[in-house]
Each structure stands twice: as structure tokens, then as C-alpha cells.
């Protein structure tokens, strides 16, 4: 129960804390609460995540704007929070991410071919259907841009913002369970995941799944840790494959496997570009200056490029 309720009350320090008002309240409260840690103590240690759980709670018994309200849909839709929590996974599939891996990925020259792991719906593989907005430089689609979303993030360091898109010749994703948006509860599911306050970031969400919608991009359904290689092999030959994952790797436990993922990627015949938070890969971080509260690390080959906040709305290039 301690080690529970400290990761709701890092939760709310780290990642809640100035971006969801509504979030860090209630993590705080759940770290306090009886209830809600011994219904969170009954599921598997990878389906108590906070953020599965408020969408969980929203999609059984609506938002709730206060402690009383959590309580009271608590007590009263226990059972259904639970079955959902057991059913249902956080596939944020966060399009805005695509601000932050677009530099690293635009760096590469010639014939590109894209793979995505832990790819969801997809949503993160169509960078040029969209618009980006870094303050000092926008780059927009030259066709239909008044309908694309246009993703905003604040850029700090040199970064190598991109004039133009990469010559992306061929994309797939990889996803234990990948996320059809022909289902309305798929569809409703994914806006459900996105912060309460974030008005502007579901717009841009709902933009993107129309795109995706009428362009659906490639998502075969497999593990990364073993079905990666066949797929990788289906790449063009004469592409630069790029491998590329963006908060996929904290939900395997296991260090060593995460290792071995590491050591696979470093020894392919590709580019890895990696943005996760880096505990997942400490060593990598291993001569950097401490992180940022609840910034991720981006790495191409394992080299640090850059600290990106979670939903790709800041990039503080190293």
C-alpha cells in the first residue's frame, strides 16, 4: 500500500503538478484513501496506473469535479472501474508527440521507412498530415493545412528544426492490441485518456483521427520483443529504416528485457530513436544532469539528443 500510494503522490508531483489541476488533486487524495488504494491493490501491478484509472473512472461514472464526487462514483461503480481497468490499456497514442520526433527524424536523408512500436492507432506514424508550430519555425502541409491539426511546442537549445518533411516511403506499426478507429468505443476510449483541462489537445487529437480515418496507416498486432525482426525485414530495401517509440517501454517491467530491447536496437541495421522517461533506460542518462520533473529523454542510438515533456510540448535540446 505505501509503494502504491507514493506513485500517486509522484504522479501528482511530476507529472499532474502544473499541467492538470483536477489530476494532481486527486492523485494526492488517492495516496490518502482507503478505498481507492485497496480497489487499486486488487489488479495487476501494471494496470494501476493513474492514468488509466481516472479514464476509467470518467468512462464508468463521468469526471469528478470534487473529492466528494470521487468518492461517491468510487463507492458506487467500484466493480464496473475495475472490469474496465482490466480491459482497457493507456494507448494515449499522443499525435502531438510527433512535434518532438520530427527533428531527429527529419535529419535523415533520403528514402525513410518508418516503424512504430507500441504504435496504438497509428496517429504517430503521419507526420507530414500535420502542422508544427516551434515558436521560431512552423512547417506546415502543402495541401490542406487549414484542416490539419497543428501541433505547438516551445523549443529551448539548438534543436535541428526541420524545413521540410522526411521522405517517408513506407510506415507500419507494431501494437500488442492496435486501436481500430472504425470503433466508436476505440475512438471514445482514446479521447477519454486525454486530460480533463485539455481542451486544445482533444481537438487536436479528434483532427488527427480523422486524418487517420480516411489515411489508415499499416498496424499489425504483435510484441516488440519478439516480433519486431519480421517486421523490420518488410522495410524497402533501399530506405533507411527507422525504428522510433514514445512512452512504451516503462510497461515492461523487466530491466533486463528492456536491455535486451536496447541491445537489439543498438545492433541493428537501422536508426533507433527512443523518447522515454529515463528510468527506463538509465544508462543512457547516465552522464547527463538529472532530469527534469517528469521529462522524457530522447535518444537516437542511444545517443542524448534532447529532455521532451510527456504530450510533445516541449523540447530542451542537449
Given at each position: ?94 499525435p ?18 518508418l ?9 504517430c ?9 516551434w515558436?521560431?519555425?512552423r ?62 489537445r ?5 483532427a ?31 530506405a ?19 536491455d ?16 522515454e522517461?529515463?528510468?527506463?533506460f ?6 547527463l ?17 534532447a ?12
Amino acid at each position: 500500500m505505501h509503494e502504491l500510494a507514493e506513485r500517486y503522490r509522484l504522479f501528482a508531483r511530476t507529472e499532474a503538478a502544473g499541467r492538470s489541476p483536477l489530476y494532481e488533486r486527486l492523485s494526492i487524495h488517492v495516496s490518502q484513501s482507503p478505498a481507492a488504494l485497496a480497489l487499486l491493490s486488487t489488479l495487476p501491478p501494471d494496470k494501476r496506473q493513474p492514468n488509466l484509472f481516472f479514464a476509467a473512472l470518467r468512462r464508468v461514472a463521468d469526471t469528478p469535479l470534487s473529492i466528494d464526487a470521487f468518492e461517491k462514483s468510487l463507492a458506487e461503480h467500484a466493480a464496473a472501474i475495475r472490469q474496465v481497468m482490466l480491459s482497457r490499456s493507456t494507448q494515449t497514442n499522443e499525435p502531438g508527440r510527433c512535434s518532438v520526433l520530427l527533428p531527429s527524424l527529419a535529419s535523415i536523408t533520403g528514402d525513410v521507412a518508418l516503424i512504430e512500436v507500441g504504435a496504438s492507432a497509428g496517429l504517430c506514424l503521419l507526420f507530414e498530415e500535420y502542422g508544427f508550430d516551434w515558436g521560431a519555425r512552423r512547417l506546415l502541409p502543402r495541401q490542406g493545412a487549414a484542416a490539419r491539426p497543428i501541433f505547438p511546442c516551445k523549443v529551448t537549445g539548438t534543436a535541428p528544426l526541420p524545413i521540410e518533411y522526411p521522405n517517408i516511403v513506407w510506415r507500419a506499426g507494431l501494437d500488442l492490441n492496435p486501436v481500430d478507429l472504425r470503433n466508436d468505443d476505440d475512438v471514445a476510449w482514446l479521447e477519454l485518456l486525454v486530460w480533463p483541462e485539455d481542451a486544445d489537445r482533444l481537438e487536436r487529437l479528434q483532427a488527427a483521427i480523422r486524418i487517420a480515418r480516411s489515411k489508415p496507416p499499416r498496424v499489425v498486432r504483435g510484441n516488440l520483443l519478439r516480433d519486431l525482426k519480421g517486421l523490420m525485414a518488410q522495410a524497402p530495401a533501399e530506405a533507411t529504416v527507422v525504428v522510433y517509440h514514445s512512452a512504451v517501454l516503462s510497461y515492461i517491467a523487466d530491466q533486463d528485457s528492456r536491455d535486451e530491447f536496447a541491445e537489439t536496437m543498438l545492433a541493428a541495421n537501422c536508426v533507433w530513436i527512443s523518447n522515454e522517461s529515463p528510468r527506463v533506460f538509465p544508462q543512457f542518462a547516465r552522464d547527463l544532469e538529472p532530469a527534469p520533473d517528469g521529462m522524457f529523454l530522447l535518444t537516437v542510438n542511444g545517443r542524448p539528443q534532447a529532455w521532451t515533456s510527456p504530450h510533445g510540448r516541449e523540447l530542451h535540446w542537449i
